[in-house]
């Protein structure tokens, strides 16, 4: 279906139009983002949300089992017999009275949409979906990504689960957790360590793919973003169509924040939705260039005219000042977010508003978490952290409906948390120096004991 699909430059004064099936990764005239956009008039999307549900009673029909295929009407880019799915998107919208409490909502407002689900771990299995389905129409046979873990921990399980592509995977020295690394090597991913961080992986990959005409399975990736646009709906199908006043997201490269302000533009212009939740999007303060941009440089998408050279200029000073992201919450230690534009469109289109939260608050809201029963790793935590600080300035109410998107599995990061509960809080704050973690007041110690069952009894009632 090429002519009811086909990929759009964002930015309204270029426009241009490219057909499906090639393979791009910028606009070849002006160098802006592209969408996956849909002749919608020539589709048929269905008239109401619930029409979804029907697809429970078939879901023995893979694309129907699916998180995301299930919404297939509405990411409307793939004939069938090309969609490619290893079953992402079992995911959950949790309801947490607890942690509302904690963080000053009433009961019945504050849900956790735990993404930590999905067969690789992360909510990165959303987007791949999408992206290896794009791949597959375009026969492409090599992909590469550069990843703070989780994407190529996503990439090389998709490749490994599916046979249709290598996985070649971009990650910065020393810059992965352990569990993603674990992963991507398991998988059989060839692993590129690159002397370097994110930024400088991010790069290197667009100039090889470039080169080699390997297909980049990055968020500039438009079809990875389609495929993000699913947690929202199953966000939606967990409230039973009712939006939410509020949807919490960590903000790395912003892939997600992009997609989900694309996926409530098109379902209110569908007329599936009414109203719009707001989006804010959390930075830990240790990588906060949205944060800085938007609330200190006065950045907006201004109807798709972004002003380069805010951004530019800010860029500049960063390099001239040797400023280089930093924090505990690896997945989003990212410096140039490639999807910027693409977050404003959303920030504008939901109302959105974006902050930063300390290294320290995010690791107490990972604790917070578990204590719930799901684990998430760090940056995961920033929505919570988040959530809280909105709450505290009153930008959320106390009953407003809040969505804080856990992003990836606690298993991902153990060291992070092992060190959070079991370390003496100066040894902590040596250890995490560099991130200003100076205590953990949700630490939950191993306590030790001799190897005779008196002493373990005493510390099981002493402990
Ligand atoms: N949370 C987790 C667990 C992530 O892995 C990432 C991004 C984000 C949040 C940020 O999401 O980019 O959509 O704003 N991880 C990427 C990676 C960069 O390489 O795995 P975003």
Known sequence: MPDRAFQQCINPKCAATYDLCQVLSECPRCGNLLDAQYDWDRLEAPDS????????????????????????????????????????????????????????????????????????????????TGAFTHARMAGATRAACASTGNTSASLACFAAASGLLEAIIFVGSGKIAYGKLSQ???????????????????????????????????????????????????????????????????????????????????????????????????????????????????????????????????????????????????????????????????????????????????????ALVGRQGIGCEPASAASVAGARLLREEDVIGPDERVVCILTGHQLKDPNATVYYHSLPADELAEKMTDYKVKTNPFANRPIPAANDLDSILKAIEEG
């Open 184 to 366: 991507a090597l398991d998988y059989g991913g060839k692993t590129i360590q690159i002397d370097g961080d994110f930024d400088d992986a991010m790069a290197r990959v667009q100039e090889a793919c470039k080169e080699t005409g390997m297909y980049l399975m990055n968020s500039l990736n438009p079809f990875r973003l389609e495929g993000q646009k699913a947690i929202m709906f199953r966000v939606l199908e967990g409230l039973a169509w009712d939006p939410p006043d509020w949807i919490v997201v960590p903000g790395g490269n912003l892939g997600n924040s992009s997609a989900f302000g694309k996926a409530f533009i098109e379902l209110h212009r569908l007329g599936l939705i009414q109203k719009v939740p707001r989006i804010a999007i959390i930075n830990s303060t240790g990588a906060d260039t949205l944060t800085r941009l938007v609330n200190e440089e006065g950045l907006v998408w201004n109807d798709g005219e972004v002003d380069d050279e805010v951004i530019e200029s800010f860029y500049a000073r960063m390099d001239a000042e040797n400023r280089r992201a930093k924090t505990m919450a690896s997945a989003i230690e990212i410096n140039r977010p490639v999807n910027l534009k693409k977050a404003l469109r959303s920030l504008d289109f939901t109302h959105g508003v974006v902050r930063a939260v300390p290294d320290q608050a995010i690791i107490d809201a990972k």
């Open 49 to 128: 949300l619930d029409w979804f549900e029907r697809r429970w009673a078939t879901r023995n029909n893979p694309l129907d089992f699916s998180g995301v295929w299930r919404f297939r009407e509405l990411i409307p880019f793939a004939p069938e017999d090309q969609i490619l799915t290893i079953g992402e998107g079992q995911t959950q919208l949790k309801r947490s009275d607890a942690l509302a409490a904690e963080i000053g909502l009433r009961p019945g407002s504050l849900f956790l949409q735990y993404e930590g689900l999905n067969l690789s771990g992360s909510f990165k299995d959303n987007g791949m």
